[in-house]
């Protein structure tokens, strides 16, 4: 059951990034946003996603995988906005 749940958030989690990546580019504004928080969230995700490789954690390298793909579209929306 705690397996099931811990999938469930590590998947649900990720995807608040997405929606601050969709507003960034349906406003077309990042203005508010800090790009030294966002780079830290990536490289962050970066260090768990391997460690969830080389330990063959399922979780954690979908999770902190799914946050890559999510901080890099709102560090290319603050870049291009």
């Known amino acids: 059951m705690l397996d099931h749940a811990t999938m469930a958030v590590g998947v ?6 997405f929606t601050q990546a969709w507003k960034i580019w349906e406003t077309k504004s990042s203005a508010d946003l800090s790009l030294w928080t966002w780079i830290a969230f990536f490289i962050a995700s ?4 391997i460690y ?3 330990h063959r954690e399922k979780t954690v390298t979908i999770s902190q995988g799914l946050y890559i793909i999510g901080t890099a579209l709102v560090l290319i929306g603050i870049a291009i906005f």
């Open 12 to 17: 649900l989690a990720p995807i608040m990034t």
């Open 46 to 49: 970066l260090v768990w996603t």
């Open 52 to 54: 969830g490789i080389v």
